[in-house]
């Protein structure tokens, strides 16, 4: 759109790009404002362009070394492995072995089912990072019939039902056995506490 | 320079410095993804609860570690040297590269066994109980 007279109009004219736009003063007010000081308002853009970059950088970032950087946690799995590895020790075709009765408190859980409960990686030194605890109820009355001394480190079971990142985790499992013609509740508690992070 | 010359420019920083964003991003995840460390651990730790959960009378157990001794070979260590199990201390060693490793231990001490590496596989055999120490100690079978 052309005007016959640009003085008495009084257009101002802007060329954006290929084209050229004319705006009588009228309209004269925030757009041309604008466009007057579009190098400004690109610069103030890129500044916020940055901190856009930056936010979600740090965010990219934080959330990678956050994910990847945390330990592969497999004590609870290690429990498990452990408690099914105490019940094999433990009991023979459903039969408890007759000598864990006679005389609970001379087995030595450890040296009976050959475990090694020390950690003997750099950061732990041979530091015990396993716990077990072995309990036996009557099936009928559910009393209390017996318990084997708790081998590794005790203070490890104590966590069992707390929630926490760097707290032992533990796996608990009942089995129903016989001794001789007597029924029999054991109860196996296992708690793994090593906690070591990537490049450690 | 004439003004659109300028503006097309401008155009062209702004697409480069996305593109370059976007594409240090997307390298780092990758780098942190396919990390040896993280393969270090998962390797070490796969290994020991295989060891953990091996009972007298195993004839053969593997595990397919393929994406592990690849990237230790990348960082030259091979496969025979990235495994090392410490009987004696209880401990799986995993080395991906020549200035990393990963150590973790396992509890099972009633047992001896023989492990190999037979091309992408990681292998425990002849796992007898302790007692019946019919394989003499520390055997690695040396087979690729």
Known sequence: ??????????????????????????????????????????????????????????????????????????REREAGVLT???????????????????NPNSLN???????????????????????VKVELYDFDTGELKGALPVAGNKGFLEFCDAEGKDIPKCNKKEVYVLYGPAKFILKINSAVNKVQNIGE | MNKRAEILHEHIIFLVLNVVFFSVMVLFIYLQASSVHLLEEETAKGIALLIDVA????????????????????????????????????????RGSKKSFFEYGYFNDGIEFVYSVKGDYFELKRVVEIKNKDIEEGVVENEI
């Open chain 1, 84 to 102: 099914d590895a105490v019940i094999d020790c433990l009991v023979d075709g459903g039969q408890l072995k007759k000598n864990h009765l006679d």
């Open chain 1, 109 to 131: 859980l450890k040296e009976f089912c050959k475990f090694d409960f020390r950690d003997n990686t750099k950061k732990y030194n041979g530091e015990e990072r396993y716990a």
């Open chain 1, 1 to 74: 759109m052309r005007y016959k007279n640009a003085d008495e109009t009084n257009f101002l004219k802007k060329k954006v790009m290929n084209k050229e736009i004319t705006f009588p003063r009228k309209v004269k007010s925030k757009s041309i404002h604008l466009l007057s000081n579009r190098k400004a308002d690109e610069r103030v853009l890129s500044i916020y362009l940055f901190i856009i970059y930056i936010i979600v950088g740090i965010g990219i970032v934080s959330g990678v070394i956050l994910f990847y950087g945390s330990p592969l946690d497999v």
């Open chain 2, 55 to 94: 009972k007298p009378g195993t004839e053969e157990v593997s595990i397919n570690l393929k994406d592990f001794f690849e990237k230790a070979e990348k960082n030259g260590v091979n496969r025979l040297n990235s495994i090392e199990i410490n009987k004696e201390m209880n401990l799986v060693i995993v």
